[in-house]
């Protein structure tokens, strides 16, 4: 008798676990054209998601030209990386957050659309603690990328246990 309590208290504890390591994915049907905000909750976490629209021109360049043609959104709404020149490495945005909350915050980036290749973070996957702000560089990295539009959605995953002994699951 003693032996099955054993095997059913660890297997409850592997269910639990594999709970926890299972990540929140959702897959947009559609990218958002505007900054959106939403949540989500299951049976152990609470979710806040920013949801950017993310797009980039990859231009032709022409020798005879004397000028070259950058274009730049400065909306803080978006992650756009407006245009960028045939050949130039890679265009740069800024995401800054605050844990304004008691409680530490998983930060996950999470990237659609056929811009993801090319979308790198400086930081990604990370325990926010309170009271603490972070700026995140955004980049896209045209190395591969041929000429053309590309476009996606960059959502913010913010995650918080539900119940306080999940925190130990995160150290």
């Known amino acids: 008798m003693k032996e099955v309590k054993k095997r059913l208290i660890a ?3 592997a269910l639990l676990l594999l709970l926890l390591l299972l990540e929140y994915k959702p897959q947009p049907t559609e990218f958002v054209t505007n900054k959106t905000f939403v949540t ?5 976490f609470n979710y806040e998601i920013s949801k950017y629209p993310s797009r980039v021109e990859i231009a032709k360049t022409e020798p005879a ?9 400065v909306d803080p709404w978006n992650l756009d990386f407006g245009i960028i020149p045939e050949g130039k490495n ?8 605050a844990n304004f ?9 999470k ?9 790198k973070f400086s930081k ?6 309170p009271n603490k702000n972070l700026t995140v560089e955004v980049s896209f990295h045209a190395e591969g990328a041929k000429i053309g539009n590309y476009s996606g959605e ?9 119940y306080d002994f999940l925190y130990a699951f995160w150290k």
Do not use: C, M, W
Not at 90 to 97: D, E, S, V
């Open 90 to 97: 890679f265009g740069t945005r800024f995401i800054n957050l």
């Open 124 to 129: 990604n996957d990370f325990i926010l603690h």
């Open 65 to 73: 030209k004397e000028k070259i043609t950058i274009g730049l959104t």
């Open 40 to 44: 989500y909750s299951d049976l152990f």
């Open 11 to 13: 297997l409850i504890v």
């Open 154 to 162: 960059i959502d913010v995953v913010v995650q918080r246990p539900k």
């Open 101 to 109: 909350k008691e409680k530490d915050a998983k930060i996950s980036f």
């Open 111 to 119: 990237v659609y659309g056929n811009i993801s290749p090319f979308v």
